[in-house]
């Protein structure tokens, strides 16, 4: 999954926006709405690449 169409994803979903065309579109909801135990106050999801595996944060536009 390319983690650009998924920062747009989430975007979207912050923004109550209609979400964007995406063809990992049902692997991308599960990931962001599916809650996380990673805690803090914007969502997280981890991310597997062929380097290993990462945390991707999503930010709401208010944040500094």
Do not use: C
């Not at 209609?18 to 981890?46: F, I």
Request: proline fraction near 6%; hydrophobic fraction near 40%.
């Amino acid at each position: 999954m390319d983690l650009e169409r998924l920062q747009a994803f989430a975007g979207a979903i912050i923004a109550d926006e209609k979400l964007p065309e995406n063809p990992d579109a049902q692997q991308t909801q599960d990931l962001l709405l599916a809650g996380t135990s990673m805690g803090g106050a914007r969502p997280k999801a981890v991310v597997e690449d062929d380097e290993g595996l990462w945390i991707a944060k999503f930010n709401h536009p208010d944040d500094k």
